[in-house]
T-cell receptor
Framework: DAGITQSPRHKVTETGTPVTLRCHQT?????MYWYRQDPGHGLRLIHY???????DKGEVSDGYSVSRSKTEDFLLTLESATSSQTSVYFC??????????FGSGTRLTVV | AQSVTQLGSHVSVSEGALVLLRCNYS??????LFWYVQYPNQGLQLLLK??????LVKGINGFEAEFKKSETSFHLTKPSAHMSDAAEYFC?????????FGTGTRLTIIP
């Protein structure tokens, strides 16, 4: 299995607080992605990265920012969490083929 | 822009019956197509993928899918459903940099 880990696995936070989710890979892949999963919507792309300091927006990027200062780490930040950001967040990496491998997910609840 | 439509958010079949999950795609370039499965409270697992090598693609757990360019379809089938197939299934299309998902089909198996 591709080495991809997400942290934390579960988080409960209050409305208005900042939250950062971490995705870590061990295989030096160039492309990394953040998705959110919501019932009835499938997985929707938030942001993705195609290299260190190179990122771009997905279809649901409002309220989210990302950073990639090292190849292995891709951080997703909710600057001021809202209840609408309660979701399950998945990180993914892209390898040759192409193949996409997903992390185990982070369940975020904003109360 | 690429997109995926999965017909039927819920599908129920009897154990032993044919499973057919429908997926239609829109893509401006020859696509890479994927089917993923998600079991309750788990991450996404790749079932199979089409990368233009063969139009009939065989995957894990007895599933297969046929790429039909003229119909822009990539339907997933399994000849005989098993109770362990109960899960949510996602079709996805990849253009050079991003993976776009359909909204998913929840498969229920009736004993």
């Amino acid at each position: 299995d591709a080495g991809i880990t997400q942290s934390p696995r579960h988080k409960v936070t209050e409305t208005g607080t900042p939250v950062t989710l971490r995705c870590h890979q061990t295989e030096n892949h160039r492309y990394m992605y953040w998705y959110r999963q919501d019932p009835g919507h499938g997985l929707r792309l938030i942001h993705y990265s195609y290299g260190v300091k190179d990122t771009d927006k997905g279809e649901v990027s409002d309220g989210y920012s990302v950073s990639r200062s090292k190849t292995e780490d891709f951080l997703l930040t909710l600057e001021s969490a809202t209840s609408s950001q309660t979701s399950v967040y998945f990180c993914a990496i892209r390898s040759t083929g192409p193949s996409y491998t997903f992390g185990s997910g982070t369940r975020l609840t904003v109360v | 822009a690429q997109s995926v439509t999965q017909l039927g958010s819920h599908v129920s079949v009897s154990e032993g019956a044919l499973v057919l999950l429908r997926c239609n795609y829109s893509s401006s370039v020859p696509p890479y197509l994927f089917w993923y499965v998600q079991y309750p409270n788990q991450g996404l697992q790749l079932l199979l993928k089409y990368t233009s090598a063969a139009t009939l693609v065989k995957g894990i757990n007895g599933f297969e899918a046929e790429f039909k360019k003229s119909e822009t379809s990539f339907h997933l089938t399994k000849p005989s459903a098993h109770m362990s197939d109960a899960a949510e299934y996602f079709c996805a299309v990849s253009e050079p940099e991003k993976l776009t998902f359909g909204t998913g089909t929840r498969l229920t198996i009736i004993p």
